[in-house]
């Protein structure tokens, strides 16, 4: 019975099956699999080399522009539309994942850094929760960096934490610095709650953020902290503050007055931040409100925009003098939070109805009732985005979906199928699609629950284009990439930040075996598989989207890395030849292939045409020891030549990348070479058939030479 050899890719790294492979007779026939070079598991849709950010990123210019960032965790920017103009993953690639232990450059106590602590390092990501427990509340990108809540070590001694500010590489998830809070000069600054309450921080401008949990605290971009006034304390069920940055540069919030049976909205300034101007001095203007219920939902067009729980109305206050502008009576209840964008706001979240309102008089644009049928719309956000609002309507049964309404008309234009329970998440659009939460494993109206899905939709079409088996209540797009926190880590998904090569046998000379590059973390389903046409010894090599693989049927694949279709085959020389054991090299434009069967082969790495062979010595076959898994000397590339040992004359090589032989130096009297050379601070080294290191210069002369026992 024949057994299939597989090649596997799950998204970002290669699982090589090694199987064994149909009989191979010394003879004239040779049984191969017969299903060789094709693929067998078809990768998903969306596993194209064209569909991925990176292969845009001239029309994106620098990933790190400023308006790739994302200002405001409610909603991304002053306007809460929950739409960034940057690229976004098109596939749950995983850039990075931080891990407890994160090391810390800097850490700020104040405005100074701190200079007794000993290897300070991040502890987790995430603020308390609103609801008890911890907080996977949403960080912001601001000045090319992820800034987030969270906790550190400050001494590597003992198991102190405290509450801090952090900074992190959008890119590399490397730590740039930590601002501690709650303690010292920011002693009255926390992380507050999560989403629902007053945890937040919001961009004031170029140089400064803003945290409001425990007073208004004003920090630098590069971390130190500035002041505090404590009287800043807006305080509601639900989202109880809006900061914006500028050119408005002032927070929003209602909260009690003693004495006062409603709550106040007042408004201040976050102009000057530099300025430390007392307690009580940023107040602008106070609003006391006479509709109870008053979630913050939105700004625009110079109106601070709240909803009611109980006079089911919308109102408006000029954020430049506090005064109520319009307010509009609608069908039902309206809270949480909502956004802004043409002239309209959109509100509903929380209601059976959903709203266009004219930002300059309250009045109505159009009126979805779509949700009547249905039990209400999600708690959390309205996004707007491409002349389309997002939002998801919980429905009943298996009705709930996430929907797309043309912004002009309210009119549906498409429906996806998403099944929650309330809903208590956040949506984002970016680059075309729309990110979000699809199911929460609940059971509500009597269906049977779906497993936890967070999806990634086409904002045009409402199709499925990839989905990850992770609850994600907030996340953000910025810079490229999709980050969320989850069990105190910070996660980045990203297809926009260029791939790295891993382009021959263990990488690189300069760090072999190690890469930056961060795979999936669900290696249950191979996105696709491929089948040789016999056992697959070697290790694969990955450059520009392509996959080289060396497979025991004597033949060199090339493969698509997304999605594993065939692109060329290359045949080897020597029909005896049944171990490939080496892997491939890639360098430039060609594939350098080892002498396996007696000669090394240099290859264009886009058509597998051949460009030179290099004779290496006649074919002799070798086995190792115990004739298990017969390995062979990879070809290393360093300083663009090629250095290789041979198994048939016992040589190591260096030759041009035009096919030269620079020099030869044989070693152990001709017994075959079986592993690879390693290069370090100028010299080669390398391991005889005798149990012989061997050390050469890079001329290939014999300096040193030893017994391993």
């Not at 409610?74 to 539309?81: A, E, F, M, V």
């Not at 290069?679 to 012989?692: C, E, L, Q, R, S």
């Amino acid at each position: 019975m024949k057994k299939t050899n597989r090649i596997t890719l799950l998204t970002t790294i290669l699982v090589i099956s090694i199987l064994a492979g149909s009989s191979i007779a010394y003879a004239t026939i040779n049984n191969y699999n017969p299903n060789a070079g094709t693929v067998t598991t078809t990768a998903p849709s969306y596993m194209t080399s064209d569909n991925t950010a990176y292969s845009a990123a001239a029309d994106y210019g620098s990933l790190l522009n400023e308006a790739y960032g994302w200002e405001n965790p409610h909603g991304g920017d002053i306007y809460r539309t929950g739409f960034n103009a940057g690229p976004a993953p098109d596939r749950p690639d995983v850039l990075f994942i931080t891990k407890t232990g994160l090391s810390i450059p800097k850490v700020f106590l104040g405005s100074s850094q701190a200079t007794d602590v000993v290897n300070p390092t991040v502890n987790q990501f995430g603020a308390a929760g609103f609801f008890g427990g911890f907080s996977s509340v949403a960080p912001m990108a601001m000045a090319g960096q992820i800034i987030a809540w969270g906790s550190i070590k400050v001494n590597s001694g003992n198991a102190t934490t405290r509450s801090a500010v952090i900074s992190i590489n959008p890119h590399t998830g490397a730590c740039n610095w930590a601002s501690i809070i709650g303690y010292g000069p920011s002693a009255g600054v926390s992380t507050g709650s999560s989403m629902a309450g007053a945890g937040y921080m919001f961009k004031v401008d170029d140089t400064h953020f803003a945290t409001v949990a425990g007073g208004l605290g004003m920090f630098r971009i590069t971390g130190e902290f500035l002041w505090r006034d404590s009287t800043v304390n807006p305080g509601a069920v639900y989202h109880s503050i809006l900061g914006v940055g500028e050119p408005v540069q002032m927070v929003f919030g209602p909260h009690g007055v003693s004495g006062q049976y409603v709550p106040t909205c007042s408004g201040w300034t976050v102009a000057n931040p530099e300025t430390d101007m007392g307690e009580g001095n940023r107040n602008v203007w106070n609003y006391v409100m006479d509709e109870p219920g008053n979630p913050m939902l939105s700004y625009g067009d110079g109106k601070l925009v709240m909803g009611s729980y109980s006079s089911c109305s919308v109102y408006a206050i000029d954020v430049t003098t506090g005064e109520k502008v319009w307010e509009t009576f609608v069908e039902t209840a309206m809270g949480y939070m909502t956004s802004y964008a043409e002239g309209k706001f959109f509100v509903g979240t929380q209601s059976m109805h959903i709203y266009a309102l004219n930002s300059t008089d309250g009045s109505v644009v159009w009126h979805n009732t779509d949700g009547v049928r249905n039990r209400a719309f999600n708690v959390w956000c309205i996004n707007y985005a491409y002349g389309n609002v997002y939002l998801h309507d919980l429905g009943f049964g298996r009705t709930g979906a996430e929907k797309c309404l043309d912004a002009e008309t309210g009119k549906l234009l498409w429906a996806s199928t998403a099944l929650f329970s309330i809903g208590y998440y956040t949506t984002i659009v970016a680059d075309g699609k729309v990110y979000g939460n699809q199911a929460d494993g609940s059971t509500t109206t009597g269906r049977e629950a779906d497993p936890t899905t967070f999806a990634c939709w086409d904002a045009f079409t409402g199709e499925v284009i990839w989905t990850l088996r992770q609850a994600i209540s907030a996340p953000m797009i910025a810079y490229g990439c999709l980050y969320f926190m989850s069990g105190g880590q910070l996660w980045a998904l990203s297809t926009a930040v260029q791939p790295e090569d891993y382009s021959m046998f263990r990488g690189s000379v300069e760090t072999p075996s190690l890469t930056l590059s961060k795979g999936p973390t669900d290696l249950s389903t191979p996105k696709w598989v491929f089948t040789t046409g016999a056992g697959i010894l070697s290790s694969p090599a990955v450059s520009d989207g392509k996959l080289y693989i060396n497979s025991n049927d004597r033949n060199v694949y090339c493969l698509n890395a997304y999605t594993g279709e065939e692109i060329w085959t290359f045949l080897t020389n020597e029909p005896r030849m049944t171990t490939f054991g080496s892997s491939p090299a890639i360098v430039g434009d060609r594939v350098i292939i080892g002498p396996d069967d007696g000669y090394l082969y240099i290859l264009n790495a886009d058509t597998g045409a051949e460009i030179s062979r290099v004779p290496m010595g006649t074919y002799r076959p070798v086995e190792s020891a115990l004739g298990q898994h017969n390995i062979r000397s990879s070809p290393i590339i360093y300083n663009n030549r090629i250095y290789v040992g041979s198994q048939h004359n016992g040589m190591v090589y260096c030759v041009t990348l035009g096919g030269q032989v620079e020099w030869s130096t044989e070693i152990d009297g001709g017994a075959p070479i079986l592993g690879s050379v390693g290069i370090a601070d100028g010299y080669i080294y390398v391991m005889g058939d005798d149990t012989n290191f061997y050390k050469l210069d890079m001329n290939g002369n014999i300096i040193m030479n030893f017994r391993c026992h």
